[in-house]
């Protein structure tokens, strides 16, 4: 479980008549996953101090003058200029081999995804039919073994694994459907080398913003609806045994 379901789970656990909650949350955009928390009474919330060390964001090379900056927000930016963060990061003299197994339409899905990871970031990723020589691999059967150097997109297996490098389940065709698939690919591989999202500070306003407040009103007409239908459901099987007994049954 991420500690967003973690913390919306801690939340519902809280009584509504709660007269005041203090939340203690570290100043960072990382602290909180979800967009929206709900709760019942607005929080009163204490970020932990800023560190004197900030964590900027980091520079991969992908071209010759191509630079990718990774935002705070996970997001990706070009530039024709900078400095990249370490050699692992430097891909512009980088083949980036991937093997796809499968039917002719999912090599045809998959290789127009890398395509236009290729064309709008300058990654240099190649086709291979050699399963040794490539990085990425698409398949769909299960692993005998893995090598903890290649990042592995399974569709045919649903099993958990505890390895970071390889993706289960994986469905091109719901991902082409919503026009994910050069997203999802780019973020696994870029997670699997390493790249990280920037940690963000944010003030308590911007953390107080993404708390909401649950209709007081509202939670108390559905229970006083449950407590009538509740009366409603006991008076009905009063009245039925009333005329059960009445007529002798």
Known sequence: ENESTNLQAALDQLPDDLDSLILYLPNSNLALEAD???????????????SN?????????TGENTYINVSESGLLKASSGG???SKEFDFSEKSIG?????????????????????EVYGFNFQRTSSLDSATLVFSE????KSNPEKLYFLSNSLAYSESENQIHGFDDSELVSNARLPEFILEKFLA????????????????????LVKDKGLNQQQANLNEYL????????????????????
């Open 36 to 50: 929206f928390y709900s709760l019942a009474i607005m929080p009163e919330i204490k970020v932990g101090i800023q």
């Open 98 to 118: 991937y093997f796809v197994q499968g039917t002719a339409s999912e090599m045809k899905a998959i290789d127009a995804a890398i395509n236009a990871i290729r």
């Open 230 to 249: 509740l009366i409603l459901l006991l008076g009905t099987l009063i009245l039925e045994r009333y005329l059960a007994l009445k007529n002798g049954i």
């Open 53 to 61: 060390q900030t964590s900027g964001s980091q520079t991969l090379k």
């Open 141 to 144: 059967e299960k692993l005998s």
């Open 83 to 85: 400095e990249v963060s």
């Open 192 to 211: 699997f080398s390493g790249v990280e999202k920037a940690e963000n500070p944010l003030n308590e306003e911007a953390l107080k913003a993404r708390f």
